[in-house]
T-cell receptor, first 114, second 110 residues
Framework: GAVVSQHPSWVICKSGTSVKIECRSL??????MFWYRQFPKQSLMLMATSNEGSKATYEQGVEKDKFLINHASLTLSTLTVTSAHPEDSSFYIC??????????FGPGTRLLVL | GQQVMQIPQYQHVQEGEDFTTYCNSSTTLSNIQWYKQRPGGHPVFLIQLVKSGEVKKQKRLTFQFGEAKKNSSLHITATQTTDVGTYFC??????????FGQGTRLTINP
């Protein structure tokens, strides 16, 4: 149990375009989903926390207008990188938890902005 | 703010040697979690420690939580090539969030 999927697994896009990443909890209802970004050889940095039906809470330094998060249901959260630029290229990982318990991570999405 | 520091940053061992990574928090933790991330993969939950002085084992992996609940360690006995990856500790921040250590990247010479 506790499987989290992400789609797409990788994406290449042109600078200035927007990219949407989906995160789904497949076999449980996730009250909270988290979005992380990981640059090469670095740790995971939390970007935002989202609870179903409410606005996401963004970490300091993360632009909420650039990284749009929608947590439409207990099994789906989306992250949209708007007007992507090369510096946004990274590994984006979501995680999901049930009622504040262990976070289960998705397989991640590698974004390359040309 | 709360910090979780992990050392060493890198460790290279010969297959069969032991490996240990250490995690220290600037604050007392209610629990600590350990994750493994294989090269090119995503973090996979290994274990959570809750009690002061707790020791848990998973086959060749031994996890310890310090008496003061501010430090933790992961020890791998007789490493195998399948142990390659980055090991992260993570402590809770607030009710829901996690703060991750910098990770220890383990490479193994077969």
């Amino acid at each position: 149990g506790a499987v989290v999927s992400q789609h797409p697994s990788w994406v290449i896009c042109k600078s200035g375009t927007s990219v949407k990443i989906e995160c789904r909890s497949l076999d449980f209802q996730a009250t909270t989903m988290f979005w992380y970004r990981q640059f090469p050889k670095q740790s995971l940095m939390l970007m935002a926390t989202s609870n179903e039906g409410s606005k996401a809470t963004y970490e300091q330094g993360v632009e909420k207008d650039k990284f749009l998060i929608n947590h439409a249901s207990l099994t789906l959260s989306t992250l949209t990188v708007t007007s992507a630029h090369p510096e946004d290229s990274s590994f984006y990982i979501c995680s999901a938890s049930k009622s504040g318990e262990t976070q289960y991570f998705g397989p991640g999405t590698r974004l390359l902005v040309l | 703010g709360q910090q979780v520091m992990q050392i060493p940053q890198y460790q290279h061992v010969q297959e069969g040697e032991d490996f240990t990574t250490y995690c220290n928090s600037s604050t007392t933790l209610s629990n600590i979690q350990w994750y493994k991330q294989r090269p090119g993969g995503h973090p996979v939950f290994l274990i959570q420690l809750v009690k002061s002085g707790e020791v848990k084992k998973q086959k060749r992996l031994t996890f310890q939580f310090g008496e003061a609940k501010k430090n933790s360690s992961l020890h791998i006995t007789a490493t195998q090539t399948t142990d390659v990856g980055t090991y992260f500790c993570a402590g809770p921040r607030g009710a829901q969030k996690l703060v991750f250590g910098q990770g220890t990247r383990l490479t193994i010479n077969p």
